[in-house]
């Protein structure tokens, strides 16, 4: 197996919509990345359950969005770890797992400003590339030595898309028509 430069993109992907993939594809390309992963959390320890689709169902979705595109694979690592998973004890697993790629971990500006409460924030910084992306509101300001890249600003959010769905708005739009499919069919989120 050749050594590979990955992009680990960790979120519960709540539904995973055009944003997550076009911000996925412009880090590919720009920061650059051979691959990079999704790793759906089965539960962020600093979101709320409510509204949370199943994590299988989350998993199928980000697979139905990526199907598609080689360099983008559904990581489902943190199902089997303790409840919650820290992203440091999931980057050690991988790693241990995949010890011949670098890992990369990718973070929007909003979770930068909390970065200093993670669990062994330290030995990320020491271990692994940290890659960040501008979110609206939030500006990169920081004493960590990490990446930032001027992605563009996308202003989608899976809660935005939930609500639309809870007032029977029109959302096709904003998913993968794959993803679409999946969530009419299974009716999440209503």
Sequence with gaps: MLA????????????????HL????????????DEIWFVVSPHNPHKSKENLAGEYHRLEMVNLAIADFEPFRAIDIEFSM????YTI???IRLQEKY?????????GSDNLLTFHKWKNYQLILQNFSVVVYPRKEHHVSTDFNVKVVKAPLIEISSSF????????KEIKFYLPEKVYDYIE???LYR
Excluded: W, Y
């Design 161 to 168: 898309i939930r609500e639309q769905i809870k007032k029977e």
């Design 89 to 91: 004890d999931t980057l």
């Design 4 to 19: 590979k430069q990955i992009g680990l993109f960790f979120g519960s992907f709540n539904p995973i919509h055009h944003g």
């Design 82 to 85: 303790p409840k919650p998973s």
């Design 22 to 33: 076009m911000l996925a594809n412009f880090l590919l390309t720009e920061v650059p990345f």
């Design 185 to 187: 069919k299974c009716g």
């Design 99 to 107: 010890a011949k790629h670098r890992f990369a971990l990718i973070m």
